[in-house]
């Protein structure tokens, strides 16, 4: 085995600090693997990005605009049901003016949520059922990832790397390893930093 530049030492992960850096990081591989599937398609979204500039409608003018719709939806649909045959073309706009309001109201109310939470969740829940004095030792050595000094996989079988604040997140062989920076027992991160993006084709941060 070679000698190991940076080594692990597991232990329990802090699930409330890393579930929203794992769930970011898993969308940001899923985004770049469909970005390598379609190309055309993300240019087009990346184009329109640009021209939106990052801004997007705010939840206080999306509800003001939500209950002016209400109102006024109100206001025209009262009458058209005293009166459906000569008032048809208000009922029917203001039908939808109070559904497109009450809609706006509750998507502004929502609590917004990740669709990746579910499965960073139960990543992390993967060393939860170790018993803390089995809890392995992962570490990397310029030719290789060792897990426990007896489990090897070549840098050749990495596909994707992530970093976020705490955390690398690691995906080979179809398999995926979270390590926490503070399990770092030797080596200092930002050199490991530098060390997976030279050997991991695609590597990103968030």
Known sequence: MAS???IFHLTPYDTQKLLPQVSKALEKRTELLSRQRYP????????LNARAKG????????????????????????PGMMEPQALFAPLVVGAFAVAAGV?????????PRNSFDKSAATLLSGLEALPADQLPKVSFSAQEMTVDGT????????????????????????????????????????????????????????
Do not use: H
Not at 103 to 111: H, P, T
Not at 163 to 186: F, G, M, N, T
């Open 151 to 206: 489990q090897t996989t070549p840098w050749t079988e990495f596909t994707f790397a992530v970093e976020s604040p705490d955390a690398w997140l690691l995906v080979y062989e179809e398999r995926v390893i979270l390590l926490q920076k503070k399990d770092l027992v030797q080596g200092n991160a930002q050199d490991l930093g530098a060390f997976l993006a030279q050997r991991i084709p695609s590597f990103a941060t968030v």
């Open 103 to 111: 809609g706006g109201l509750w998507r502004s109310f929502r609590q």
């Open 55 to 78: 801004k997007s409608r705010s939840r206080l003018r999306t509800r003001v605009m939500s209950v002016l719709c209400l109102v006024l939806g109100i206001i025209l649909f009262v």
């Open 4 to 6: 190991a530049d940076f």
């Open 40 to 47: 055309g398609l993300w240019k087009q979204t990346d184009r």
